[in-house]
């Protein structure tokens, strides 16, 4: 268990699965890695969560992964949901803080039909003057749980240049879990008219079925409407 080493050692964590490295970035024009203490003040630190879960949290970065970033603002709309992906599979949250004060983030993430389990470290690529080159927080820079869900997300295709273009359908469905159908508009017009004409000609049939079962029943001559 390398975050109880670095733990017990108090040194900074290092995730040697996806190491911070070039190769785990590949060709995004990103110039290092650098830690959150980068781009902090010296009395700040970084936080997986400023005041809760929000949309408004994502900015992306110079990546192009909106399609990402959207189907992310969506899980945003469930924060509790979105906020278990961070804790510990034992619930142990003083282990939690411990890990995460050297930089060691727990980030459960599903893909390909299992959900996978990583501890990731607070290395992002960024720029030469240290900013960010992939997703933040503008606002709280403090705040990084959407530049870990990035990270992982990055970690699962192998490197940062793999997410740079996808589909949103995909990760909502690896997200939530669950099949999702992708509708075009045309054709959402054309099922929803069908739908509305159907539904009209129902009524206009049920409209006549009953005038007519009522002039039989209780019109002024019974059967009037058969002579």
């Known amino acids: 268990d390398f975050a109880q080493i670095s733990i017990a050692q108090n040194m900074p964590y290092i995730d040697v699965d996806f190491q911070p490295v070039q190769n785990s970035m590949g060709n995004i024009g990103a110039s290092h890695w650098a830690r959150p203490a980068a781009w902090l003040k010296k009395d700040e630190k970084p936080c997986l969560f400023e005041g809760g879960v929000d949309a408004n949290d994502i900015d992306q970065g110079q990546l192009g992964n909106c399609y990402f970033l959207s189907a992310l603002s969506s899980q945003a709309e469930f924060p509790d949901v979105l906020m278990q ?111 509305t004409e159907t539904a009209d000609e129902d009524s206009t049939a049920a409209d006549a079925q009953n005038d007519a079962s009522s002039t039989t029943t209780f019109g002024i001559m019974c059967a009037q409407d058969s002579l």
């Open 85 to 195: 992906l961070f804790g510990h599979p034992s619930g142990d949250n003083e282990r939690l803080a411990a890990e995460q004060a050297v930089g060691a983030w727990r980030v459960t993430i599903h893909m390909g039909g299992k959900w996978h389990h990583f501890i990731l470290d607070d290395c992002f690529p960024v720029n030469e003057n240290n900013k960010r080159h992939c997703t933040l927080n503008k606002k709280s820079p403090t705040e990084i749980w959407a530049s870990l869900l990035e990270k992982a997300w990055a970690r699962c295709y192998g490197c940062y240049e793999a997410i740079d273009a996808g589909d949103a359908l995909e990760v909502m469905c690896q997200m939530a879990t669950a099949p999702m159908h992708r509708f075009n508009e045309g054709d959402f017009e054309e099922q929803t008219t069908t739908a």
